[in-house]
């Protein structure tokens, strides 16, 4: 039974003024410019080769910068708007490509939406299973366009990978992550190809079906967490307030924002420990990598159950702390199926934590031009609706027309 949740469409001034904090300003329409550097270092992580037990026993593996592209509001002389005077919200997307291809240039249009109405956007590269991460660039490198001088429109850097994995992020080797037994029969849903049919209870094969992406998901979501870190360590030479951190992605980056929104922070963070893996040093272990708000596009349950699966104490990721959630999925969606949201809809709903599902019907996998169908018939752009949503749970204060 596919599951609808109906809000209220409203696009005026949805914050609420608390006397002494400032809250953001954002804006309907594209009143911006955009201006684009790449290149930019948020952490090292780890590659491994040689033999695949090296990715657990974090031996023969190289250290890599992690890099993600920053876009920032700029003003745009057709429209005029000065640039907000205060610390500025965070649109953080993470790309797609079944954890082994794509790179940080496929979230370009969501963050080029939400910049143009006053966020900062940040998208990222992260490890990928077959040794790839889209970066680094030799040096970071900027462009502008939408200011009313130019019509350039964002560099693409290409994708970086291909199915059959021959490098991978390294893996922890402890539990609740790690070379550990497999006692819950959930867990073979997760198999790898293993002996055992149990993830991460050895190394994965070099396998190009949709089983194998459990094993990849540890070092991705690591990197997300540690991006959001970054991001906040830097949060006053970003001009941006760490409280409205909104996390976007599709399909496998929808996971990793799941991941964001649900796991603790603990999580994909102490299983490894500084001694084992150096670059854990550079990933702000000090800040949280909480988010505010995730949207969610084609993504699934994954990334939650899983982490609890292999928790010992199996305790759930559902909980208050949890960031409200909407979610984007094409009815006709085979390679995610809608129904992979089936235990967030059930885990939000337990908590009382906003989530949000919207299905594009008729739509498959990827579907990013697929309208959203209101309740009155209208349709509307995933886009709209997303603003509407982080505007609203946020409480930004929404610029007239």
């Not at 593996?61 to 509001?73: G, Y």
């Not at 992020?169 to 190809?193: E, I, Q, T, Y």
């Not at 999925?329 to 949000?356: L, T």
């Amino acid at each position: 039974m596919m599951t609808h949740v109906f809000w209220c469409w409203v696009l005026s001034v949805v914050g609420v003024v608390v006397p002494g904090i400032a809250v953001p300003t954002v804006h309907p329409n594209a009143v911006y410019g955009v201006n684009m550097t790449t290149g930019v270092v948020y952490a090292q992580g780890l590659y491994c080769s040689g033999s695949r037990a090296a990715n657990f026993s974090q031996q023969n593996c190289t250290s890599v910068d992690l890099t993600l592209t920053i876009l920032r509001p700029v003003v745009n002389a057709s429209t005029g708007v000065p640039l907000p005077a205060g610390p500025l919200p965070v649109l953080l997307g993470i790309h797609g490509g079944s954890y082994t291809h794509g790179d940080a240039s496929d979230e370009y249009d969501n963050a080029e939406f939400f910049v143009q109405r006053g966020w900062l956007g940040i998208s990222i590269n992260y490890r990928l299973c077959n040794g790839g991460y889209g970066g680094p660039s030799p040096s970071p490198d900027s462009v502008t366009w939408g200011t009313g001088a130019s019509v350039e429109g964002p560099h693409r850097i290409g994708d970086r990978g291909n199915l059959v994995c021959q490098e991978y992020g390294n893996f922890p080797k402890r539990g609740p992550f790690g070379n550990a037994s497999c006692n819950d029969p959930g867990l073979k849903v997760f198999g790898l190809g293993t002996s055992d049919g149990c993830a991460l209870s050895g190394p994965p094969k070099n396998c190009s079906f949709f089983g194998t992406l459990m094993s990849w998901m540890y070092p991705s979501v690591r990197d997300a967490k540690a991006a959001v870190r970054w991001v906040r360590a830097n949060a006053d030479s970003l001009n941006i307030d760490p409280d409205y951190i909104t996390a976007i992605g599709g399909s496998a980056g929808a996971c990793s924002v799941v991941g964001l929104a649900t796991t603790f922070e603990d999580d994909y963070k102490t299983e490894i420990t500084q001694a084992e893996d150096p670059t854990l040093a550079s990933t702000n272990t000090a800040e949280s990598s909480a988010i505010a708000t995730g949207l969610v596009q084609w993504g699934g349950d994954y990334v939650p159950i899983y982490t609890q699966l292999r928790d010992p104490s199996h305790t759930t990721r559902y909980t208050k702390e949890a960031a409200p959630l909407a979610t984007f999925h094409g009815s006709d969606d085979g390679v995610i199926c809608p129904s992979q949201e089936n235990s967030m809809i059930a885990g939000y709903a337990k908590v009382g934590v906003p989530y949000e599902q919207h299905i594009l019907q008729g739509a498959g996998h990827g579907a990013d031009a697929a309208p959203v169908t209101l309740p009155n018939g209208t349709n509307v752009t995933q886009h709209s609706v997303m603003f509407e949503f982080v505007s609203r749970i946020q409480k930004l204060m929404v610029a007239p027309h």
